[in-house]
């Protein structure tokens, strides 16, 4: 069990869908860790929402798990961006404490400009042999 300490060294790990990405390790930041980074995922209609899931690090054994948060994405692909904004961090329907995210949304330029998928390869103009 994980205990919120000074001497945590957290990190994030991010999941949109199947995209993971994992933020630095805070060392001996414990429990007010910054780390002020920016991730970078590909979403594709359906997509609703990112995880955080926090961890603190240890050496020789398993890292364990803080909490994690639910991000809703639909705020930022109406607004295209968010300012930091606070989520509860939360472990076993308990609450943990909060992390602050920052969130922004750029669409692809094929999407903006209107341009049909088909026209930029995929399975439609893939070849196969059997």
Known sequence: MALLTDSMDPYVQFTCRTQD??????SGQGTTPEWNETFI???SEGTTELKAKIF?????TEDDPVGEATIPLEPVFLEGDIPPSAYNVVKDGEFK???WIALSFKPSE???????????GGWKNSEASY
């Open 110 to 120: 094929n999407r903006s400009r209107g341009v049909e998928e088909e026209s930029y």
């Open 21 to 26: 990405q994992k933020s630095n390790i805070a």
């Open 97 to 99: 404490g909060e992390i």
């Open 41 to 43: 995922f590909n979403v």
């Open 56 to 60: 603190d690090k240890d050496v020789g």
